[in-house]
């Protein structure tokens, strides 16, 4: 029988088992990692839609990931002790570690909204019952006149595929997102069997990791933007009452980009200037254009 007061002990993952010299290889990582983000930082501001922002650094999620690789040898030196290289490893496995906590939550947030999006699509093609315009739920006979054309056969058509299209592109936003996640969890936990691989995938894959949170908030955003239109079907009532979280799909992304990503582009962008400069002052290499807020 198993000793059930022992605490369950996980095997630490070994920092690198590629033959050769490690603290140079980390230090090109390290140097690559600035060059990638050099063309980014040298504009002064950025946000969350900025092409070099996205493509060149990955947005945040790329971006975060460089900035710790970059910071490793700033002045490009090439120089690097066992104890830096060991530090960045364990501080590596720490980040491997939250991006595995951040990809198992979008799985389960694209989970559910796939698994509320089939079963809304399927019932609206199998059919709903459909209050009529003199139900006593829409006021009987003394209901609005504008009821009665809300049943009218070009607007329920025009609805009738517009909330099919959405709740289709929903299950594929959600099923994307699964899908990579699937893929990433297990990248960077057993299929690469050390740190030092993580860190040279991530590397090779860093844009990647934003289309998650993209195909996430998007299985849920147009989940909540095909309710009003599947809702047609069954009364006005319920269609116009969709309408208020159908909105707050359109309201909760500008807010998120314009009160938090882009404050957050911006905080990262500081970061790289200042890292660029550093190593630029200290002789690392050409001096950096533009000037660091202190």
């Known amino acids: 029988m198993l000793d059930q007061g022992k605490s369950h002990r996980v095997r630490p993952t070994p920092a690198s088992l590629l033959p050769g010299d490690r603290n140079a290889r980390l230090c090109a990582m390290a140097a ?10 040298s504009q002064e501001k950025t946000s969350t839609f900025d092409p070099l922002y996205e493509k060149g650094v990955g947005a945040h999620e790329g971006c975060g990931g460089l900035l710790r ?3 490793l040898d700033p002045t490009g030196s090439g120089q690097l002790t066992d104890e830096e290289a060991e530090r960045f490893l364990a501080e590596s496995s720490l980040l491997f570690e939250e991006m595995i906590h951040f990809l198992n939550l979008a799985a389960l947030v694209a989970a559910l909204a796939f698994t509320v999006a089939i079963p809304l699509a399927v019932l609206n093609l199998d059919g709903l019952s459909t ?12 209901s609005p006149a504008w009821y009665k054309l ?3 056969p070009r607007a329920l058509h025009v609805m009738h595929w517009v909330g099919n299209i959405l709740s289709a592109l929903s299950v594929y936003a959600g099923f ?6 699937f893929v990433m969890i ?5 299929y690469l069997p050390d740190v030092e691989s993580r860190v040279r995938f991530f590397m090779q894959a860093y844009e990647k990791i934003q289309y998650v949170w993209a195909y996430t908030y998007g299985s849920v955003a147009l989940l909540l933007l095909s309710l009003p239109f599947l809702a047609a079907r069954i009364s006005p009532v319920a269609s116009m009452c969709a309408l208020i979280p159908a ?6 992304f500008r807010d998120l980009t314009s009160s938090q990503g882009d404050p957050i582009a ?13 190593g630029a002052s200290r002789g690392g290499g050409e001096m950096f254009r533009g000037e660091v807020v202190s």
């Open 131 to 142: 209050f009529d315009a003199i139900d006593s739920s829409l006021g009987g006979a003394q």
């Open 176 to 181: 994307n997102a699964l899908a990579m996640c």
């Open 32 to 41: 690559e990692a600035r060059e990638k983000l050099r063309p980014w930082a």
């Open 247 to 252: 909105a707050s799909a359109f309201s909760v």
């Open 266 to 278: 911006n905080f990262q962008l500081d970061i790289a200037r200042r890292i660029l400069a550093d």
């Open 150 to 152: 809300w049943h009218g």
């Open 186 to 190: 297990p990248t960077y936990s057993f």
């Open 69 to 71: 690789i970059a910071a």
